[in-house]
């Protein structure tokens, strides 16, 4: 049996019911946590509170594939101080819980992000002098102070680039930047750094990795922001990288790498945490083909980043397509773009993920 075979063998989960043309044969599944630890990386998936502690076969798929969570949406500003003045973790406390419970690593998203704000934090609340010190760095600082210990790796700040917008540093123009100068991130990363000295901060932002120019501008952006942050002393760990991919993009792996390389040549460690691959309004094909696809064009991006040292691991977003992002936000009803399908049937996704872990280098875990 080959060295990579062998590997994947040892991570072979209990029998599972698999459906191929109609057939239900048991046969061990691979369990993408477990291989990618062997290998000093994370897998894990976005989940919710009412997910993970469910008696259903999807929390039962949660806990046996992912070594990591990262709450969807629950951890969001929006959904902790509904009320203002009033910080409402239930929800955050269940999923730390269960993550303890199973071992899992926990990455945090996100500390500041320009959606998902609570219903009070209109324009005129959030352009109000004062804003910054009595209701943002409040939040900022509670949350991570809260977690300090349990969450291993936060998105301190979400989605803060938008060259298109001809703003200095490409920054994109969100209610922060008004209240506090392009200066916001590395107030909310001093906030997260004091609250949670031992977590990792990360900048978390999506379309980084395609050839189209807009990307490009995006990706320099990233860099000169990250390369202007840390000159300026900030405590910036490592860049997320989303990842919702999209059938039918152009991509340029030497363009891809060249980025990660000088990412990772600031220090920074990187961690693919969306991953997703969106399939459009009308895909073609029958569910083999467009699976098919799909797994292909996670191997061609993900084999880029495997390449990198600093990768720290892969987060998708949702595990199965039922609650996936791209189906409930109407973009794709049908969507088939993670490891398991509305079924919770492995697709060729979840073969194409052991497999990369499989080839996968040995990381120090300490870099997570
Ligand atoms: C989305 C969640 O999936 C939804 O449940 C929520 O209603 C809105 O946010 N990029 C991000 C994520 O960084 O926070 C978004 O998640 C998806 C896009």
């Not at 790498?257 to 220090?267: E, I, K, Q």
């Not at 991953?275 to 996670?298: F, M």
């Not at 194409?352 to 997570?368: E, G, V, Y």
């Amino acid at each position: 049996m080959t060295s990579r075979r062998a590997f994947i063998a040892g991570a072979l989960s209990a029998p599972v019911l698999m459906r191929l043309g109609g057939l239900a044969f048991a046969a061990p599944l691979p369990r993408l946590g477990d291989l990618a630890k062997q290998k000093g990386l994370f897998f894990g998936a976005a989940i919710t509170s009412e997910q993970v502690t469910a008696a259903d076969g999807y929390a039962a798929l949660l806990a046996d594939q992912c070594g990591a969570y990262v709450a969807e949406w629950e951890s969001k500003w929006g959904a902790i101080e509904w009320v203002r003045g009033h910080r409402e973790y239930d929800s955050v406390d269940t999923i730390v819980a269960a993550a303890k419970s199973g071992g899992k690593m926990l990455r945090g998203h996100t500390l500041l992000w320009h959606f998902q704000l609570p219903p009070w934090a209109d324009d005129a609340v959030l352009g109000s002098s004062g804003a910054w010190d009595e209701l943002v760095a409040p939040f900022i600082f509670e949350t991570a102070k809260r977690y300090a210990g349990d969450i291993a790796q936060w998105d301190v700040v979400n989605e803060v680039i938008e060259p298109e917008w001809q703003e200095p540093d490409g920054l994109r123009v969100t209610p922060f930047l008004a209240m506090r100068g392009r200066g916001y991130i590395a107030d909310a990363f001093h906030l997260a750094a004091a609250a949670a000295p031992d977590a990792r901060l990360y900048i978390n932002e999506y379309d980084l990795c395609y050839a189209e120019d807009d990307q490009e501008k995006r990706r320099a952006a990233m860099l000169a922001l990250l390369e202007r942050l840390i000159a300026d002393g900030v405590p910036v760990h490592g860049l997320g990288l989303q990842t919702h991919l999209k059938i039918g993009r152009t991509f340029d792996a030497s363009r891809y790498r060249a980025f990660l390389d000088d990412v990772a040549g600031l220090g920074l460690d990187l961690a693919i945490t969306e991953l997703d691959v969106g399939e459009g309004p009308d895909p073609k094909g029958d569910t083999a083909t467009r699976d098919r696809r799909n797994a292909d064009e996670v191997r061609k991006v993900l084999e880029v980043a495997f390449e990198q040292k600093r990768l720290t691991g892969i987060v998708t977003w949702s595990l199965g397509d039922a609650v996936s992002y791209t189906r409930v936000s109407g973009e794709s009803p049908d969507n088939r773009g993670l490891p398991f399908d509305e079924f919770l049937a492995p697709t060729a996704m979840h073969a194409t993920l052991a497999d990369l872990f499989a080839q996968a280098d040995q990381r120090s875990a300490a870099s997570s």
